[in-house]
């Protein structure tokens, strides 16, 4: 049985958030300010996990877009490790 193949639109926002990863800004990554809170940066962690985590589309045909998340998906958790350590953050 052949696996269904990510949406258009699923296509066109990876495509937009691995573009970001270029300004290797933590906060832009995350998408969230940056007087955001512990308890945000979390929240934003997992809301982008959803997204862009292969696991989530084991079912989907990722083709070159596996690629795509994975790099999103390691720089989110950079991203999340650096700012919800405040040590780190500083």
Avoid: W
């Amino acid at each position: 049985m052949a696996k269904e193949h990510l949406s258009e639109d699923r296509k066109r926002q990876l495509e937009e958030m691995f573009q970001v990863l270029h300004r290797h800004n933590f906060y832009t990554i995350l998408n969230i300010k940056q007087d955001a809170d512990r308890n945000s940066i979390r929240r934003a962690y997992f809301a982008m996990s959803k997204l862009c985590h292969p696991d989530n589309y084991a079912d989907k045909d990722l083709g070159p877009y596996l690629a795509y998340m994975e790099k999103i998906f390691q720089a989110c958790s950079k991203a999340y490790d650096v700012l919800g350590n405040a040590k780190k953050r500083k």
